[in-house]
């Protein structure tokens, strides 16, 4: 079994910077890719940033240019560093991981139990 674990999260006012970070822990051969996700009060889930194994990101227009995220494959963490924070990038945010148990196994979607980021105005 795997789970993530996230951290970082809290309030800050608008213009600052948070740091959220995505550890994973349990028996696993591979995680590609790992993901960020949010969800604001009565809105869907929606896709923030993306990277690959091999380093390779996507990321939401609403926050190019502003958030990075990157990843330590040898800790098994990804990380969100989130700069020019706005009030609309208030939200849960949700870590995702693609994960193989198994270098020829199927992989399955796990998901962190998310993180409160506030931004003030």
């Known amino acids: 079994q795997v789970q993530l674990v996230e951290s970082g999260g809290g309030l800050v006012q608008a213009g600052g910077s948070l740091r959220l970070s995505c550890a994973a822990s349990?028996?696993?051969?591979?995680?590609?890719?790992m993901g960020w996700y949010r969800q604001a009060p009565g809105k869907q889930r929606e896709l923030v940033a993306t990277?690959?194994?091999?380093?390779?990101?996507n990321y939401a227009d609403s926050v190019k240019g502003r958030f990075t995220i990157s990843m330590d494959n040898a800790k098994n963490t990804g990380y969100l560093q989130m700069n020019s924070l706005r009030p609309e990038d208030t939200a849960v945010y949700y870590c995702?991981?693609?994960?193989?148990?198994?270098?020829?196994?199927?992989?399955?979607?796990?998901w962190g139990q998310g993180t409160q980021v506030t931004v003030s105005s």
């Open positions: 995702n991981a693609n994960v193989r148990q198994f270098p020829y196994s199927p992989p399955r979607d796990y």
């Open positions: 349990g028996s696993f051969f591979s995680i590609n890719p």
């Open positions: 990277i690959t194994s091999g380093g390779s990101t």
